[in-house]
């Protein structure tokens, strides 16, 4: 059944850096697994904790945030914020018991498009043996 | 020592001068075991305020009232609000002024320092008496309970039955005040974070059964919102009709509005409400633990943001509310953030 | 039907029910709830007062009344969901509990009647149980025209008597309950009967708490809703839902579409409690709330309970559980709030 399974990752992507860098991985013909949803958002510091709990109830398998590196945020210090604040939705999120495999921040570039693939590739790895997330989904 | 009566003439002397336009405190509870919140405006009633260990309730979440209440007032009395606090409860205020929520002139503080008590929990007075009923609670010398049952009284160390919160408290005393009551005394603590202890050493599996079992027993009552100092807004999303609604809304608009918990007490949305309200007070839970006592079903709240309070003493080197001129935990970074867990 | 059962017998009762859907108190940590049970074991009859009352199987806090499915080119396929089929009993009621279902009987039963509550009522057996020991240091029961032995709302009323139950039933609906285990009930003696008529006697008296001359609050209340009492009586009051939610005789509702999936449009329409002193439960679309602040909810409680529910169906909407009083975070006193009433101005 596991074997099967094809989890459903959803990837909060900065539209200045790591949107641009998925982009890259697109046009530069990158393979990597089909398995992202990803919602552009305008910084990594705009995503609110509420986004990532919803996402989680409505049936992600996991959740990536993913922004600029530090000191290359279009905000000046977007990322920092996000920084903070995801490092306590981790915290609360583990601490619940959600199995932190499936929450996942990374920083990538506009020109990391193979970072991106990189990351994708290993969280869909991860997510397979973990099966699918019903802790926190709605329509159990 | 605390001496009532000296806690009773400052109330009197600033009624009397007109320097707030009331005091809110704590009088005797009528059945209930524990103290009850007052709110004095004649200078002649200032003997009903006490202060002993059952005043337990955290008595900012009426400042907040009060200052939501002015606001609808076409000429709201701007005096400041006589508050009695203990040590937990100032940092309360602490963060409400470091949140400009309210002015530091806004309050008129009455600090009361818990010395080497703190409060008692009337959970832990019920199991000590294995579920006899209780007919009257007094506070006695020598940090004693008297508590009377139909076999009699019985004698209880304050100590014993102190809440969880107390035996974890960093500061006993105000940290901000305008009249101090009774002494700084220093205490050790030596676990600060032990309630939290054992959830954090179990497996995930284990500490996703807790949980669960405890939040599926949610009814959603909002009590522990409607308790918290720090929940002042306007909104909650936990209500969810927070979209504007005009002539010009189309029915499918209607629909389609964001909806982020729905209301029923389904354990996905009961996980979603308590998740927020833990992010909510990331940094601004002064563990006052007026959730935990509040609920109706008791269900553990105080752990769930004692966890944040912990990430952020750890993780930030954040400590709540001991200085409102800092900026607010979420509201600010340093270069030497921990981010071990980004790719 | 009056008979006996030894307090060995009871599973043996309750083991032979096999086509209920049995429900008792079960004790977890340290509080009570009524749940299903299985085992009957793990029911607990000597309990205290219940968090919530029986009321939440009768009128579950969420209740499912249709499900919606609308594809694209195509009708919307509705559904109505009615509550299973089943035969649920219900064992250790509280007497005021039993009452207060009677009260929402009469909300619920008003033409043209609402199927879902009808339905889980209807098919519901109340086993009830003398308090023979006030469950709760906060129950006035006797003020409102109840006792702790009170059989309103009740198929079968057990009342302990040591080490057995006196089990009485007036209902056809108890009487088949009876019937279900017959040979584990046996007939009372005559001293049974004197000693059921004395703990009922002494049962009355062990209830401390008590308002007196109702109808006179009532009368005053109709007075008072412009009157400053309510600004100063909810000055505590935290405006939570722990006092409706608790009360066995609350009965308000909000219905939602919970949207389970957008396209196809998929989902269920809900009902789910609400409560008065909930800012949202009279807000109106245009912005407009008229109970703006606690003091206008607080008013709301009490008017509705002691004054509205008076005129609307001739009873108060209070069973004297004295829920609201002991879960109260701020110790707001219904009994203290209805004697300030008697004496205010």
Same mark, same amino acid.
């Given at each position: ?12 992507? $900065? ?27 305008? $910084? ?39 920084? @903070? ?16 495999? @499936? ?38 | ?26 009088? /005797? %509870? ?35 009232? +009060? ?7 076409? /000429? ?48 832990? #007075? ?5 579920? /006899? ?17 139909? +076999? ?126 833990? #992010? ?40 709540? %509310?001991?200085?409102? /001129? ?8 340093? +270069?030497? +953030? ?6 | 039907?009056?008979?006996? &059962? ?79 089929? *089943? ?15 009677? &009260? ?13 509550? &009808? ?22 029961? *006797? ?17 302990? &008597? ?86 066995? *005789? ?96």
């Amino acid at each position: 059944m596991t074997k099967d399974f094809e989890p459903t990752i959803v990837a909060f992507l $900065c539209k200045w850096c790591s949107s641009a860098g998925s982009d890259l991985a697109g046009v530069s013909r990158m393979k990597y697994p089909p398995n992202v949803i990803p919602i552009t958002v305008m $910084c990594s510091g705009s995503v609110s904790p509420l986004y990532i709990f919803n996402a989680f109830q409505k049936g992600a398998d996991g959740v990536l945030v993913s922004g600029c590196h530090p000191g290359d945020c279009h905000y000046i210090k977007g990322n920092f914020y996000a920084r @903070r604040r995801i490092a306590l939705v981790k915290e609360l999120l583990d601490f619940i018991g959600l199995e932190s495999e @499936r929450f996942k921040m990374s920083w990538v570039s506009a020109a990391e498009g193979t970072k991106y693939t990189e990351i994708i590739k290993d969280f869909v790895k991860e997510l397979k043996p973990l099966g699918p997330q019903k802790k926190l989904r709605r329509d159990q | 020592m605390v001496e009532m009566e000296q806690l009773q003439k400052e109330a009197k002397e600033i009624l009397k001068q007109g320097k707030v336009k009331f005091v809110i405190g704590y009088s /005797k %509870g009528s059945q209930n075991l524990t103290a009850t919140p007052v709110f004095i405006k004649k200078p002649e009633h200032t003997s009903r305020l006490i202060w002993d260990p059952t005043c337990v309730q955290n008595l900012v979440k009426f400042i907040v009232d +009060d200052k939501q209440k002015q606001s609808r007032e076409k /000429k709201p009395d701007e005096r400041p609000v006589g508050i009695v606090v203990k040590g937990c409860d100032s940092r309360a205020i602490n963060v409400l002024i470091q949140e400009k929520f309210i002015d530091r002139d806004d309050v008129y503080i009455l600090g009361l320092s818990c010395e080497e008590l703190g409060v008692v929990d009337e959970k832990k #007075i019920a199991q000590k008496l294995e579920g /006899k009923k209780i007919e009257k609670i007094e506070f006695a010398k020598k940090n004693n309970l008297i508590v009377s049952t139909k +076999d009699g009284e019985k004698k209880i160390p304050v100590k014993d039955v102190l809440a969880d919160r107390c035996l974890e408290c960093k500061a006993h005393f105000p940290v901000i005040y305008d009249q101090l009551f009774g002494e700084e005394t220093e205490r050790e603590v030596k676990e600060p974070y032990k309630s939290i202890k054992k959830t954090e050493s179990q497996s995930p599996k284990k500490r996703w059964d807790f949980w669960k079992e405890q939040l599926e027993k949610c009814i959603r009552c909002y009590a522990c919102r409607s308790i918290c100092p720090m929940c002042y807004c306007d909104e909650c999303v936990a209500d969810s009709i927070n979209m504007a609604v005009t002539a010009e809304t189309t029915a499918e608009e209607k629909a389609q509005k964001i909806k982020w918990i729905e209301r029923s007490p389904a354990l996905s949305e009961n996980i979603g409400y308590h998740l927020i309200r833990a #992010i909510h007070l990331a940094g601004r839970c002064i563990d006052c633990g007026e959730c935990e006592r509040a609920c109706p079903v008791d269900i553990p709240l105080r752990l769930l943001n004692k966890k944040l309070e912990k990430a952020a003493h750890e993780l930030f080197d954040y400590d709540v %509310g001991f200085d409102h /001129k800092k900026p607010s935990l979420i509201s600010s970074f340093k +270069d030497e +953030d921990p981010e071990d867990f980004i790719r | 039907m009056e008979k006996i &059962l030894t307090k060995k017998e009871f599973p043996s009762w309750i083991k032979n029910l096999k086509s209920f859907n049995v429900y008792g108190p079960v004790k977890k940590d340290a509080l009570w709830e009524y749940e299903r049970i299985q085992d009957p074991d793990k029911l607990d009859l000597n309990f205290k007062n219940t968090v919530l009352s029986p009321k939440k199987i009768i009128f579950p806090q969420r209740e499912v009344i249709l499900d919606f499915n609308h594809k694209k080119k195509g009708k919307p396929e509705i559904q109505e969901a009615l509550p299973e089929e *089943t035969k649920n009993v219900i064992f250790g009621v509280r007497p005021c509990d039993a009452r207060a279902l009677t &009260l929402t009987d009469k909300v619920f039963e008003e033409e043209p009647g609402d199927k879902y509550y &009808l339905r889980r009522r209807h098919q519901t057996v109340t086993v009830g149980l003398t308090c023979s020991d006030p469950p709760s240091e906060n129950c006035f029961c *006797t003020s409102l025209g109840g006792s702790p032995h009170s059989t309103e709302g009740l198929d079968i009323l057990m009342t302990e &008597l040591n080490h057995k139950y006196y089990v009485h039933s007036f209902t056809d609906k108890g009487r088949e309950l009876m019937k279900a285990a017959s040979d584990v009930f046996k007939n009372p003696s005559e001293k049974d009967k004197k000693d059921l008529k004395q703990v009922h006697k002494e049962s009355e008296k062990k209830i401390k708490r008590q308002v007196k001359e109702l109808s006179k609050i009532t009368d005053k209340l109709k007075g008072m809703f412009d009157s400053p009492f309510w600004d100063e009586e909810s000055m505590s009051c935290l405006k939570c839902g722990i006092c409706t939610y608790l009360c066995p *005789t609350c009965h308000c509702f909000d219905i939602s579409d919970e949207v389970l999936s957008s396209s196809p449009l998929k989902g269920q329409r809900v009902r789910t409690w609400d409560t008065c002193q909930f800012p949202y439960f009279t807000m109106h679309s245009s912005g407009h709330n008229p109970r703006p602040d606690k003091s206008s909810r607080l008013r709301q409680r009490i008017l509705h309970k002691f004054s509205y529910f008076v005129d609307n169906y001739d009873d108060y909407q209070c069973t004297g559980c004295g829920r609201c009083i002991s879960k109260c975070p701020v110790d707001i006193d219904i009994i203290e709030v209805l004697e300030k009433v008697k004496d205010y101005e």
